[in-house]
């Protein structure tokens, strides 16, 4: 298994939904995960610590964990069968550690909120283009719209993500 970060999100023009990049720590490699606008929405809105009156089903699943008296120890992403990506979840709890199923997109936005590491499968990890351009870390999220406060309400999230345009994010050419 090889660490990953978040590098990127962004919509996938050709099949219009969007995408997660995980790029290999210290590294080139990457791996894109086609994902949910849910998911995809609880990602960024923890990326610009944007809070909400009531948790999200991955603030809820956060609690979860930690009021059973577990702590999350990383999150793998395992393999891709028939174009489905299958992750999991490491949890620690009186010294033994349980794995449990998960889509990578919810381990993702579970793994950030805990700021726990997230691992790919080597296999998974893919050279990007000779001819797509490096990330330069400017580029992987655009600012949300301003607001007077730090809360924004579900139907002005949708809009916001709903007007990102692919080059907000970078090239998802692979």
């Not at 606008?37 to 603030?59: C, F, G, K, W, Y």
């Not at 009021?67 to 992750?87: D, F, K, M, P």
């Not at 949890?91 to 700021?115: K, M, N, T, W, Y």
């Amino acid at each position: 298994m090889i660490e990953v970060v978040v590098s990127r999100l962004g919509m996938d023009p050709n099949q219009q939904t969007y995408v997660v990049v995980l790029q290999e720590k210290d590294g080139a490699r990457l791996l894109p995960i086609w994902i949910g606008q849910a998911e995809a929405e609880s990602i960024v809105t923890h990326m610009h610590n944007i809070t909400h009156a009531r948790p999200l089903t991955h603030d809820l699943c956060k609690s979860l964990i930690v009021g059973l008296g577990a702590a999350l120890r990383r999150v793998q992403i395992t393999r891709v069968e028939n174009n489905t990506y299958y992750g999991e979840l490491h949890l620690e709890r009186a010294g033994a550690i349980v794995q449990v199923d998960s889509r990578p997109s919810d381990a993702i936005a579970i793994a950030l909120r805990f700021d726990a590491p997230i691992f790919a499968a080597e296999t998974l990890l893919v050279l990007p283009d000779d001819d797509e351009d490096e990330p330069t870390g400017d580029e992987t999220f655009t600012s949300p719209p301003a607001q007077d406060s730090s809360e924004f309400n579900a139907e002005q999230l949708k809009k916001y993500l709903e007007h990102l345009r692919p080059e907000d994010f970078g090239k998802f050419n692979l």
